[in-house]
């Protein structure tokens, strides 16, 4: 049976960071209560697609899932769970912000089968932070990951962010060494962007004492060695993981195997359709029906484009095996030139039946990709 | 249906830019009846959309309309619509020839700009009568009595009664009709006399080809008639006469001496029919041909190159095209290194210039790459032969070069005293020499000024207006050649010659316009993957140079599942954006680039 994997947006948060540009913000009770009974309809509704497969991971992602009651989630999980077939070993994800759970929740979660917990921390630094405009500090987080130890939690990941405003090397290397210093078992590093229609871009990057290129730069590098050093494998653009801990919902993503979502802004793409709900929460909310922000089915050029400039993010790459067998023909004959060009310019490799990026290429890989598009 | 000519009154607006030429145009054809309201576009004189929207007359044109005046005779009025800007000064000399009269628009909050003298000075010269209107008198800052005595005292013409109007608002038009009839005089032309027309304007038309706009001054003309154009020499059989409706051609039997209107005469070519010529007839032809006429002669010349390569005949049939209708467009056929075939294309000036690349790219549907606008040059050789330099990649050697010649024009700018010396200085800037400087009342000079046109062409208009706050105007007619020390600046960029980078400075700014052709370079390219040298050079020698970094990092750190169109979009536009550059050598060049040069005194 195929396998398909389970998102879930939560898109409640205490206060919404000045660089967010996820669908989230600080919604009342009675939303969040409407917001449920909608989700759990829309599980309901789209049982039949669940039922035909086993479903592989289920990720709770926000917004801050852990801002609602336990109850919540419970629900949640049980609608996905009920009838259908969840993987032996499935993976269970919920991001988490610091300052917003409490030993309860923890032990809540993790009796629901959670089994992954992913921190959104950004930096260890309490300007930085300030700056971000996080509700937390760091010892918020600190406590936070105690209790997820303390409790039993054996799979955790800690998002750190580079570019922060103010953002000196010494400082980010001292937000990464006290983090490797707990040891959690993932850890997301993500450069700040400046994304439209937030508060940071409306701002404008000359107002913000963003670290300048070069210095941008170096910080990456040097976090790129330390979590080497460290055992951290990178195996993704932005993502770093001991052995055998990298998240598997994230690599559906990549190798391009289905997921579907649930909730507002959710996207799913099951075989050649991809469709994202709609973005808004209360229009979410209110629809008996479902709304698409998008809903298309992608031709065999489009899905070729996407298996490439997805899996290439992945520090493996991608297999030239896997491509011909999905698509009939060999990628040399659809991208040899780009191929060839890029490989020219060290930006590319090709080894032992795989294309991948150099650690160059990665750093430009936008300007490779194109070539895909 | 003969016109007695005493009941003819052929007349023209001038006015200065924005003085309310156009809309006392509307509202004289409003009130003569010819329209009604339900027909009236906001401004029927200027038709083409383009007009519209820039809101300046570009081609002059004629309308005829019937006006019964207090005296209860009906009076034909041929109004003849100048275009208001310098790069069309030729033509608008040559409407005021077809005229008698000229109604003086003049803004009675601004009172006399630059504008306003040249077509004064213009009129007078060709013995037009002349009477001021003050305009817009509904404006709060009006002030119509301190108007008038500049009128008198300046231009020195009797302005005191001169009818105080709101073209917008429609006040004090009747008065403005009653003047007309009663101020201009009616033509005096002999009707037995041999045929003697002048061309002020054509178009081509096709199906009917070309059709002459044109005054009678003697005889008169019919179809089956032979005529002769005394300047090209040609001669053709009339089809069609007729006088100008609202926006369309209506036929009649004949035009008699005295009217204004057009002919047909199957005539393929707009080049056959110059503005200024005289027509008469071939088999009885009129002793000698009225003066003033000259060949216009393109002072701006730019490559225009289509940003797709693939689409250079299209370009080239969207030039052909225009040109129907503009002979002052001249074009040749070019190739550039740099972006390929083109053609190098002669303007009368920069608005003559953005106006046809405005319209190929609109109306054509064409994405162009222009180079930098350049005058002519003047290439005096040490054999004696003497080149009309008008793409400096053509510039011989230095070896081969005796002397360099620069076209100079003569300048008037009309200033408040409080912006005087900062207009001053940016002429000295310009290498302007100063002929003259009057004061008009106690707050504002009349500056006359000496200037090379390629210090003018680039971004004087817009220096002079934020210099001035806005309190500047300007006019300018060609003068001379002057010799002159100039030199070729090159650009290399990435070690690669870029021809169509190249201008022709004065010697002295070669360094200062230089570097700043660096930096502004080095704003416009994008980072590559590689380090990429800008450089300027001035007969091989590198005297400025600035380097882009390479790109360090461009890469989308987060890409889930939600991310995947926006991210795909991303990179989707960044793709294209990649195609709209150009690419020489190895580097991506976006098509702005090519314009850098126009930009160099930005702030």
């Given at each position: 049976m195929n396998e398909i994997s389970v998102y879930v947006h939560l898109p409640f948060c205490v206060k919404?960071?000045?660089?967010c540009d996820f669908l989230s913000g600080d919604y009342g009770d009675d939303v969040k209560r409407a917001y449920l009974d909608r989700i759990l309809r829309e599980i309901d509704h789209c049982s039949p697609v669940l039922s035909d497969r086993i479903i592989r991971s289920v990720y709770f992602g926000g917004g801050t899932p852990s801002l609602p009651d336990p109850s919540y989630i419970s629900s949640i999980i049980r609608a996905v769970m009920d009838g259908h077939i969840l993987k032996k070993d499935a993976e269970i994800t919920i991001e988490m912000n610091p300052g917003t759970t409490d030993e309860k929740k923890v032990r809540e979660y993790l009796k629901l089968g959670i089994n992954r917990f992913s921190i959104g921390l950004q930096s260890m630094d309490e300007n930085e932070l300030k700056a971000l405009g996080r509700i937390h500090d760091p010892d918020d987080f600190l406590y936070l990951y105690d209790l997820l130890r303390k409790n039993g939690a054996s799979n955790i990941n800690v998002d750190l962010m580079t570019g922060i405003p103010h953002q000196t090397p010494a400082c980010a290397q001292r937000s990464l060494e006290s983090v490797i210093a707990l040891a959690p078992e993932h850890i997301a590093v993500y450069s700040l962007i400046l994304e439209e229609g937030t508060p940071f871009y409306e701002k404008g990057a000359e107002n913000l004492d963003l670290p300048d290129e070069d210095t941008e730069e170096e910080i990456c590098e040097m976090t790129r060695l330390i979590l080497a050093e460290n055992g951290y494998g990178r195996y993704e653009i932005s993502n770093y993981a001991k052995k055998g801990y990298e998240c598997r919902h994230n690599l559906v993503y990549w190798d391009l195997l289905d997921y579907i979502g649930f909730g507002a802004s959710a996207a799913s793409r099951i075989g050649n359709r991809r469709y994202t709900n709609i973005r808004n929460v209360e229009a979410y909310t209110a629809s008996e029906v479902p709304l698409f922000e998008e809903d298309l089915l992608l031709d065999e050029s489009e899905w070729m484009s996407e298996f490439i400039i997805m899996g290439l993010r992945k520090t493996a790459g991608i297999s030239l095996l896997d491509f011909s067998s999905r698509f009939g023909k060999e990628l040399e004959e659809v991208y040899g030139d780009v191929i060839e060009r890029y490989e020219g310019e060290g930006l590319l490799k090709k080894q032992e039946g795989r294309l991948f990026f150099t650690e160059r290429g990665m750093d430009v890989s936008n300007i490779v990709l194109s070539g895909f598009v | 249906m003969n016109i007695p000519q005493n009941h003819i009154r052929n007349f023209c607006i001038i006015a200065h830019i924005d003085h309310g030429k156009s809309t006392l145009a509307d509202r004289i054809l409003e009130k003569t009846g010819l329209l009604t309201e339900r027909e009236m576009q906001d401004q029927v004189l200027d038709n083409m959309e383009?007009?519209?929207?820039?809101?300046?007359?570009?081609?002059?044109?004629?309308?005829?309309?019937?006006?019964?005046?207090?005296?209860?005779?009906?009076?034909?009025?041929?109004?003849?619509?100048?275009?208001?800007?310098?790069?069309?000064?030729?033509?608008?000399?040559?409407?005021?020839?077809?005229?008698?009269?000229a109604i003086l628009v003049v803004d009675s909050a601004q009172g006399i700009e630059a504008q306003t003298l040249a077509n004064v000075y213009l009129a007078l010269e060709h013995d037009l009568e002349i009477f001021p209107v003050l305009n817009k008198i509904d404006l709060p800052s009006a002030d119509p009595e301190r108007v008038a005595n500049e009128i008198e005292d300046v231009i020195g013409i009797e302005a005191m009664d001169a009818p105080r109007i709101s073209a917008k608002a429609g006040i004090g038009i009747d008065d403005v009709l009653e003047e007309i009839?009663?101020?201009?005089?009616?033509?005096?032309?002999?009707?037995?006399?041999?045929?003697?027309?002048?061309?002020?304007?054509?178009?081509?038309?096709?199906?009917?080809?070309?059709?002459?706009?044109?005054?009678?001054?003697?005889?008169?003309?019919?179809?089956?008639?032979?005529?002769?154009?005394?300047?090209t020499g040609k001669t053709e059989e009339v089809v069609e006469v007729g006088y100008f409706g609202a926006g369309r051609f209506i036929?009649?039997?004949?035009?008699?001496?005295?009217?204004?209107?057009?002919?047909?005469?199957?005539?393929?070519?707009?080049?056959?029919?110059?503005?200024?010529?005289?027509?008469t007839n071939a088999d009885n032809p009129c002793k000698e041909a009225l003066p003033g006429y000259k060949k216009v002669n393109p002072m701006v010349y730019c490559g225009v190159y289509p940003a797709d390569t693939k689409r250079y005949p299209d370009l080239r049939d969207a030039l052909e095209k225009l040109q129907l209708n503009d002979a002052s467009l001249s074009f040749e056929p070019e190739t550039s290194v740099a972006l390929g075939f083109g053609f190098r294309c002669g303007f009368l000036g920069l608005l003559h210039l953005d106006i046809i690349t405005e319209r190929l790219e609109r109306e054509y549907n064409l994405e162009l790459v222009t180079t930098a606008p350049g005058v002519v040059y003047r290439v005096h050789k040490t054999d004696g032969e003497v080149i009309e330099l008008t793409n400096p990649s053509?510039?011989?050697?230095?070896?081969?070069?005796?002397?360099?010649?620069?076209?100079?024009?003569?300048?008037?700018?009309?200033?408040?005293?409080?912006?005087?010396?900062s207009i001053i200085s940016l002429c000295q800037e310009r290498r302007g020499v100063q002929t003259g400087m009057e004061y008009m009342e106690e707050t504002r000079v009349l500056l006359k000024y000496d200037l090379p046109l390629n210090e003018i062409i680039y971004d004087f208009f817009d220096a002079l207006k934020s210099r001035s706050k806005g309190y500047a105007s300007f006019d300018y007619e060609m003068k001379e050649y002057v010799r002159s020390e100039l030199v070729k600046l090159d650009i290399l960029i990435n070690k690669?010659?870029?021809?169509?980078?190249?201008?022709?400075?004065?010697?002295?700014?070669?360094?200062?316009?230089?570097?700043?052709?660096?930096?502004?370079?080095?704003?416009?390219?994008?980072?590559?993957?590689?380090?990429?040298?800008?450089?300027?050079?001035?007969?091989?020698?590198?005297?400025?140079?600035?380097?882009?970094?390479?790109?360090?990092?461009?890469?989308?750190?987060?890409?889930?599942?939600?991310?995947?169109?926006?991210?795909?979009?991303?990179?989707?536009?960044?793709?294209?954006?990649?195609?709209?550059?150009?690419?020489?050598?190895?580097?991506?060049?976006?098509?702005?680039?090519?314009?850098?040069?126009?930009?160099?005194?930005?702030?």
């Open positions: 919404k960071c000045a660089y | 383009l007009e519209r929207e820039r809101g300046i007359t570009i081609k002059s044109q004629a309308v005829r309309t019937v006006y019964r005046a207090k005296n209860g005779e009906e009076y034909i009025f041929n109004l003849i619509d100048t275009p208001g800007h310098v790069d069309f000064n030729y033509e608008v000399s040559r409407s005021l020839a077809a005229c008698d009269g009839v009663n101020r201009f005089p009616a033509p005096k032309g002999m009707e037995t006399a041999p045929l003697k027309c002048l061309i002020f304007d054509s178009l081509y038309d096709p199906y009917k080809g070309v059709i002459v706009f044109l005054r009678v001054f003697d005889g008169s003309v019919k179809p089956g008639d032979r005529i002769h154009f005394m300047a036929a009649c039997d004949e035009l008699s001496s005295g009217m204004v209107g057009y002919i047909t005469a199957s005539i393929k070519e707009l080049s056959q029919t110059r503005v200024g010529d005289t027509v053509n510039l011989p050697d230095s070896s081969e070069i005796d002397y360099m010649e620069e076209p100079v024009v003569s300048a008037q700018i009309m200033v408040s005293t409080e912006f005087l010396g690669e010659y870029v021809d169509a980078l190249s201008f022709i400075v004065f010697r002295d700014s070669a360094y200062e316009r230089g570097s700043k052709m660096c930096a502004k370079l080095k704003e416009e390219i994008p980072r590559h993957l590689f380090e990429i040298p800008i450089q300027t050079a001035v007969g091989g020698r590198i005297i400025a140079r600035e380097t882009v970094k390479a790109v360090r990092k461009d890469v989308l750190a987060k890409c889930y599942g939600g991310d995947v169109s926006r991210k795909k979009k991303l990179l989707e536009k960044q793709k294209e954006g990649k195609k709209k550059m150009r690419e020489i050598g190895n580097v991506q060049i976006p098509q702005k680039a090519f314009l850098s040069v126009l930009k160099l005194d930005d702030e």
